[in-house]
């Protein structure tokens, strides 16, 4: 791939459209700053070009309540084709129920669990370099802010969150049709690490 992407830059432009139009109020450009991190890893790893694009377009969908779905992905299928539409649903987190209530965190992420196990290989893709960066981020919050921190961006807790991650390794274990396990090295390295700072933080408390 070369260096430049007018799909990968449109793709960035469409998120700043419709994904920063649900950001927090006063997130600010730190709301943006995760799909860049998580198309920045897709590169890093060598994915090709439609998995980059999908990676940055799932985080619309995923933020995006039910009834506003159709609309964004008939747009999303007309700019960048059924195959881009196709990876970003299949690397959607649930997090809505179909009024557009969020869902409680544990039900969500087991329903999430489910899907991992039988997720296209690009969506998988996505979904880890989603978690490396979340995971990344939230240590160095922590070790700057406090574990007190980690109530204000989430509602699991510290043994969910270790829940989470040993879960979702299990998981990506068991994939063997997919290209890029090296990732799953990544992931494991960097939630050890997260686990590590959670239970050191509350001994501390």
């Known amino acids: 791939m070369h260096g430049y992407s007018d799909r990968i830059n449109h793709a960035f432009a469409f998120a700043a459209k419709y994904y920063a139009a649900v950001a927090p109020l006063g997130s600010g450009m730190d709301y943006m700053a995760h799909p860049a991190n998580v198309a920045l890893i897709l590169a890093r790893y060598g994915c090709d070009q439609i998995t980059i694009v999908g990676g940055i377009l799932h985080h619309v969908l995923e933020e995006a309540v039910p009834d506003k779905h159709p609309v964004l992905e008939r747009k999303i299928a007309d700019k960048f084709g059924p195959v881009a539409l196709a990876i970003a649903r299949d690397a959607l987190e649930p997090k809505f129920d179909r009024r557009g209530g969020e869902r409680p965190w544990q039900a969500r992420k087991q329903e999430y669990l489910s899907l991992l196990a039988i997720a296209e290989p690009r969506a998988l893709d996505i979904c880890v370099a989603d978690e490396i960066h979340a995971c990344g981020s939230t240590t160095t919050a922590l070790r700057r802010l406090g574990v007190e921190y980690l109530r204000t961006v989430s509602r699991a807790g510290s043994d969910q969150t270790?829940?989470?991650?040993?879960?979702?390794?299990?998981?990506?274990?068991?994939?063997?049709d997919w290209p890029q396990r090296e990732m799953m090295t990544e992931l494991r390295l960097m939630s050890a690490d997260l686990v590590r700072s959670l239970r050191q933080r509350e001994e501390d408390l």
């Open 162 to 176: 270790i829940w989470w991650y040993r879960s979702m390794l299990e998981i990506l274990t068991t994939r063997s």
